[in-house]
């Protein structure tokens, strides 16, 4: 089996040192207020070229090192889990499933097996006596307001604990469950318990319910970056995630009892915040939060969550991060995921399955793409099934399947793959199902329609249409005057035909719910347009240059089946359209029903606050805001869009 280089932390410290051995990491001594001010030198250190540097906060009002974007990065993510390269990790499981499904007929296979079976043994979680270093300080009177704990944006309901490691466990099995949900601070000894409806945590919290029983709940802040990363992974229900750290460090998690319920934590952890939700309480009113989505997802009503007792390490650091409009340092854990969770995906639901990409713009469930290799016709759209049924893939809203003949690491010769092969009229389907809770442009909350793109090589059962291929001889300029005479076009981008990407990006306002479809009428009478497969409707105020930005928007702001449509050919031997309209949804303009949520950005007295400060934080040329690209998305300050 592959040997992972891997030293298992025993807290947060060792791993703050090996950051600042591998000059990872810069130490902030001036004062920052954790009050908006960190999240905004983060949001411009975690967009930085390659994710920046991690960040350890040292003076924040409190008595507590903050932590943050440890994981901003291939590298420091690698480093977090041990290993060279995020590969290995992926290439190690596959290796694992191979030898656990070897058959072993005789007597020597079996003997040989005992050795793996050992090793797995000593990554299973185990309760140990005593008390851990985690809990070498106990406050008297549990106070979360002595914690460096973030407001990251401006219209954020409060302070949030943004990386709790929540462990719940299930009142009929027993089993325990280690999630990440965000926790809301309402004061000292209170929070609420931001867990969606398709969470294990929520489950349990149902069960808890039913049988009219407080629900014991704890969080683990810091410790092993294993335990952090594990609370996040897509793991089958009923799998302890303490058995993957085990795997990732390569030391069994000793775990410690709890001082005022009976649940288990790491023993080497920095911080556990102790407590209960009463099921029968009222729930509380949370948020809104400048979410993961590079919006704000709003306010609706979660569990209380009492905090019965803080303990913490004597050298205990607070880990934290943001999360907002891509890419941030969550773009990160979900490349460890995209490495870490290919092979068992291959191996266990989709054999075919060679490779997988989670593009940071997409923020993780709005787009994927995956490569397979091909042998009967039917197979994308089989993949694509599989996949809207596979976890947290459920989630997914547009999913593109490509073939081995495919490169989908380069994006850009994947955009000219794609516009050249893709038939609109043949190769995209729709479906629908469950949506993320924090999707806020399906029409129904939690529920809304699937986009599916299949661009592997077509067999001849599967060819009902000829396809004329996309040219990229197009007179931009000229159509460029053309398309800036349609009424309601305030912008055009025709660069992708200039690289042979058969698509155009349009900055529209739209006055009505028929706007959209009388503009592209328009463009369809100009000649050029009429080659081109992919016309994009965005808000006139996007840089529609900038393309992750374009592809961040898009993928959030579209219910497939509702804002996409595919316009046949006009005359026999052109191309089919796909049209997307990506703006934003208003009830007055397009009938939608639920309020939309604003952009995330950072208010312009922060940015000039932090502006000021820079010269004196040490972090090197001066970095402007990147919330200053997105602030005229806005509608109004606060969180709903005006």
Same mark, same amino acid.
């Given at each position: 089996m592959l040997k992972l280089n891997k030293m298992a932390f025993q807290g947060l410290r060792d791993f703050i040192e090996l950051l600042e051995n591998k000059g990872e990491l810069i130490r902030v001594s001036i004062p920052v207020n954790p009050e908006l001010e960190i999240t905004e030198i983060v949001d411009r250190i975690s967009k930085s070229?390659?994710?920046?540097?991690?960040?350890?906060?040292?003076?924040?009002? =409190?008595? @507590?090192?903050?932590?943050?974007?440890?994981?901003?990065?291939?590298?420091?993510?690698?480093?977090?889990?041990?290993?060279?390269?995020?590969?290995?990790?992926?290439?190690?499981?596959? $290796?694992?499933?191979?030898? /656990?499904? #070897?058959?072993?007929?005789?007597? !020597?296979?079996?003997?040989? @097996?005992? &050795?793996?079976? $050992?090793?797995?043994?000593?990554? #299973? &979680?185990?309760?140990? $006596?005593?008390?851990?270093?985690?809990?070498?300080?106990?406050?008297?009177?549990?106070?979360?307001?002595? /914690?460096?704990?973030?407001?990251?944006?401006?219209?954020?309901?409060?302070?949030?604990?943004? !990386?709790?490691?929540?462990? =719940?466990?299930? &009142?009929?099995?027993?089993?325990?469950?280690?999630?990440?949900?965000?926790?809301?601070?309402?004061?000292?000894? /209170? =929070?609420?318990?931001?867990?969606?409806?398709?969470?294990?945590?929520?489950?349990? @919290?149902?069960?808890?319910?039913?049988?009219?029983?407080?629900?014991?709940? $704890?969080?683990?802040?810091?410790?092993?970056?294993?335990?952090?990363?594990?609370? =996040?992974?897509?793991?089958?229900?009923?799998?302890?995630e303490y058995l993957l750290a085990g795997f990732l460090r390569k030391k069994k998690v000793e775990l410690v009892k709890c001082l005022t319920n009976d649940l288990e934590v790491p023993g080497d952890a920095d911080f556990i915040i102790e407590g209960y939700i009463n099921p029968q309480e009222e729930l509380v009113r949370e948020g809104p939060f400048g979410d993961h989505t590079g919006f704000y997802s709003l306010a609706d009503w979660y569990p209380r969550f009492h905090v019965t007792c803080i303990t913490y390490r004597k050298d205990a650091v607070y880990h934290a991060t943001i999360v907002g409009i891509p890419p941030q340092e969550d773009a990160w854990i979900g490349r460890a995921t995209e490495r870490i969770f290919l092979a068992p995906m291959k191996m266990t639901l989709i054999p075919e399955l060679k490779d997988m990409k989670l593009p940071p713009a997409g923020v993780a469930h709005n787009l994927t793409i995956v490569k397979i290799e091909k042998t009967y016709a039917g197979q994308g759209p089989k993949v694509m099934n599989a996949m809207w049924g596979a976890g947290q893939m459920m989630f997914n809203k547009i999913l593109i399947v490509a073939d081995q003949t495919t490169d989908i690491q380069d994006y850009e010769a994947f955009a000219r793959y794609l516009s050249k092969s893709v038939n609109p009229l043949q190769d995209i389907c729709f479906s629908q199902g469950p949506m993320d809770v924090l999707d806020h442009s399906s029409s129904c909350f939690s529920y809304g329609s699937k986009l599916g793109i299949d661009v592997t090589s077509k067999f001849k059962e599967e060819l009902d249409v000829a396809e004329k291929y996309f040219e990229s001889k197009i007179d931009t300029d000229n159509c460029g005057r053309k398309i800036s005479g349609i009424s309601g076009v305030l912008s055009s981008n025709l660069t992708l035909v200039e690289k042979g990407i058969s698509a155009v990006i349009l900055g529209i306002l739209k006055s009505d719910s028929k706007t959209v479809n009388e503009i592209t009428g328009n463009l369809l009478n100009i000649n050029e347009i009429r080659g081109v497969k992919l016309i994009v409707f965005v808000d006139p105020e996007l840089n529609i240059y900038d393309l992750d930005a374009v592809c961040w928007y898009v993928s959030g702001n579209i219910d497939p089946r509702r804002d996409c449509r595919i316009v046949p050919p006009v005359q026999k031997d052109e191309v089919a359209h796909f049209v997307m309209d990506g703006t934003r949804k208003s009830n007055e303009v397009d009938g939608f029903k639920r309020e939309w949520p604003n952009p995330v950005v950072s208010s312009p007295k922060t940015i000039t606050r932090i502006d000021e400060l820079w010269p004196t934080i040490g972090l090197g040329s001066f970095i402007p805001s990147p919330s200053l690209k997105y602030a005229s998305l806005q509608r109004g300050g606060e969180a709903v869009s005006q």
């Open positions: 070229e390659g994710g920046g540097k991690a960040l350890l906060f040292e003076n924040n009002g =409190t008595d @507590f090192p903050l932590l943050i974007n440890a994981f901003g990065s291939e590298k420091r993510i690698a480093l977090a889990l041990g290993c060279e390269n995020l590969e290995s990790i992926g290439a190690e499981i596959e $290796s694992l499933f191979k030898k /656990l499904a #070897m058959p072993r007929i005789g007597f !020597l296979d079996k003997i040989k @097996f005992l &050795p793996l079976l $050992s090793q797995m043994a000593g990554w #299973m &979680p185990k309760p140990i $006596s005593g008390r851990g270093k985690c809990q070498e300080v106990v406050m008297k009177d549990p106070d979360l307001l002595k /914690l460096p704990i973030l407001k990251c944006w401006p219209a954020d309901g409060g302070r949030f604990i943004t !990386l709790p490691c929540v462990v =719940t466990r299930d &009142p009929e099995t027993g089993l325990r469950n280690v999630g990440m949900y965000r926790m809301q601070v309402f004061g000292a000894d /209170l =929070t609420g318990m931001h867990w969606h409806k398709h969470k294990t945590g929520a489950r349990h @919290f149902a069960g808890y319910k039913e049988k009219a029983m407080k629900m014991p709940v $704890s969080v683990v802040i810091g410790g092993d970056p294993a335990y952090t990363y594990a609370a =996040t992974a897509p793991l089958p229900d009923n799998i302890d």
